[in-house]
């Protein structure tokens, strides 16, 4: 069965300094995978997706994903957070071709001054 | 051109009631999903709806819960005789024809049982 694992639930970041959130994930063939940010209150907006070719994906607000086939593992990044970037992250898979995804649990962000 | 409206954003019902959540999809798009979002946890997959047509309800529970698409008007998410495990916030989100992946979400309906 498919399945989405991220291991943090909870980073604090100083703002200026660099992010990472992690994403594994199970299932048999190629993966399309995706990372979502939800402010509070709010529903989620997509920040980049991967469905195959160049490993790492650009996307908005300056994020990027690495695609490791090896290590079952689609991680997030920033170079230099910002206050604004405060909210929670939710890395998902796409379990069939209607277009249904599965989440990860999410992982809260805090940026501290 | 206005996003993915669900309404309305706040809902609260005493067990027992019912609660009809609305989702009016992005102009354009034909194809509606429902997820649910528990505290603490990531969305679940509920319902996926095409106009008049249930494809996917794997994620809804067997029973209380509801699902349509009328060809006109929006897609309503219909829970009966609601119960405290209820409580969430419920998300529809649409694509368009042609991109499954392709999703706006809306910004939810935080449902909440007294």
């Keep these: ?113 | 051109n206005a996003g993915v409206m669900q309404n309305p954003r706040h809902l609260v019902r005493r067990r027992g009631q019912e609660a009809r959540l609305r989702c009016s999809p992005m102009k354009g798009h034909s194809h509606v999903y429902w997820y649910r979002q528990l505290p603490e946890e990531g969305l679940k997959f509920m319902v996926y709806l095409q106009k008049e047509n249930i494809i996917d309800e794997s994620g809804m529970p067997k029973e209380r819960f509801s699902a349509e698409f009328p060809k006109e008007g929006p897609s309503i998410l219909r829970i009966q005789q609601v119960v405290r495990g209820d409580s969430a916030a419920y998300f529809c989100a649409s694509s368009p024809q042609g991109d499954n992946y392709g999703y706006t979400f809306g910004s939810g309906t935080r449902l909440t049982v007294v």
């Design chain 1, 1 to 113: 069965a498919q399945s989405v694992t991220q291991p943090d639930i909870h980073i604090t970041v100083s703002e200026g300094a660099s992010l990472e959130l992690r994403c594994n994930y199970s299932y048999g063939a190629t993966p399309y995978l995706f990372w979502y940010v939800q402010s509070p209150g709010q529903g989620l907006q997509l920040l980049l997706k991967y469905f195959s070719g160049d490993t790492l994906v650009q996307g908005i607000k300056g994020f990027e994903a690495e695609f490791k086939r090896s290590q079952s593992s689609f991680n997030l990044r920033k170079p230099s957070v910002h206050w604004s970037d405060a909210a929670e992250y939710f890395c998902a898979v796409a379990t069939d071709s209607w277009g249904k995804l599965q989440f990860g649990a999410g992982t809260q962000v805090v940026v501290t001054p």
